[in-house]
C-alpha cells in the first residue's frame, strides 16, 4: 500500500511546503479539515482533502482507520491556528495508531499556562508571579498583588 502522510488541518502560509516535503519523500499527504476549501493550495497542488470535524477526536480516528485500510499510513502531523491543541489531538491519533508522536497530556498541560507554570515551579525553575483571573475583579486584584511592568 502506498505510504501516506496525515496531516490535521491545513496552514494558509506554509500548509503547502507540508505538502511538497510529504511528495519529496515519497508519501501521499492527505489533509483532513473542517473546511478544506479555505486551503487554496490543496487545489493548487492536487492534493487529497477530507472535510471531517476536526475537533471530534472519535471522527479522525475513524476517518483514519478507514483510510489505514487503502494506505499505509507513515504519520501524523497537524497546524495550530489560535489553539495549540491541535498538537494534543495529533499526540492521540498517533498513539491510536501506534506512531510516533507528541505525548498528549504533556502537550495538554503546556497549553494551559496556569497548569504549566505550576509544574515549572514544582520543578524549581524561576518563574514570574501570576495569577489565575477568571473575572475583570479578579484581573485588578492580580495587578494589585503582582504589580504592572
Same mark, same amino acid.
Given at each position: 500500500?502506498?505510504?501516506?502522510?496525515?496531516?490535521?488541518?491545513?496552514?494558509?502560509?506554509?500548509?503547502?511546503?507540508?505538502?511538497?516535503?510529504?511528495?519529496?519523500?515519497?508519501?501521499? @499527504?492527505? !489533509?483532513?479539515?473542517?473546511?478544506?476549501?479555505?486551503?487554496?493550495?490543496?487545489?493548487?497542488?492536487?492534493?487529497?482533502?477530507?472535510?471531517?470535524?476536526?475537533?471530534?477526536?472519535?471522527?479522525?480516528?475513524?476517518?483514519?482507520?478507514?483510510?489505514?485500510?487503502?494506505?499505509?499510513?507513515?504519520?501524523? !502531523?497537524?497546524?495550530?491556528?489560535?489553539?495549540?491543541?491541535?498538537?494534543?489531538?495529533?499526540?492521540?491519533?498517533?498513539?491510536?495508531?501506534?506512531?510516533?508522536? @507528541?505525548?498528549?497530556?504533556?502537550?495538554?498541560?503546556?497549553?494551559?499556562?496556569?497548569?504549566?507554570?505550576?509544574?515549572?515551579?514544582?520543578?524549581?525553575?524561576?518563574?514570574?508571579?501570576?495569577?489565575?483571573?477568571?473575572?475583570?475583579?479578579?484581573?485588578?486584584?492580580?495587578?494589585?498583588?503582582?504589580?504592572? @511592568?
Amino acid at each position: 500500500a502506498q505510504r501516506a502522510l496525515i496531516l490535521v488541518e491545513g496552514h494558509t502560509r506554509i500548509g503547502f511546503l507540508y505538502v511538497k516535503a510529504a511528495r519529496s519523500l515519497g508519501l501521499h @499527504p492527505i !489533509t483532513l479539515s473542517a473546511s478544506p476549501a479555505q486551503y487554496d493550495y490543496l487545489a493548487a497542488e492536487g492534493s487529497e482533502a477530507i472535510r471531517v470535524d476536526t475537533d471530534d477526536l472519535d471522527a479522525l480516528i475513524q476517518e483514519c482507520s478507514r483510510l489505514g485500510a487503502s494506505y499505509d499510513i507513515a504519520g501524523v !502531523t497537524g497546524f495550530a491556528g489560535d489553539d495549540e491543541s491541535i498538537y494534543a489531538t495529533v499526540g492521540k491519533l498517533c498513539q491510536s495508531f501506534n506512531l510516533p508522536g @507528541p505525548n498528549p497530556a504533556s502537550v495538554e498541560r503546556c497549553c494551559n499556562k496556569f497548569i504549566q507554570r505550576q509544574i515549572l515551579a514544582q520543578a524549581g525553575i524561576p518563574i514570574p508571579d501570576y495569577r489565575l483571573a477568571a473575572n475583570s475583579v479578579e484581573i485588578e486584584s492580580a495587578a494589585v498583588d503582582i504589580g504592572l @511592568p
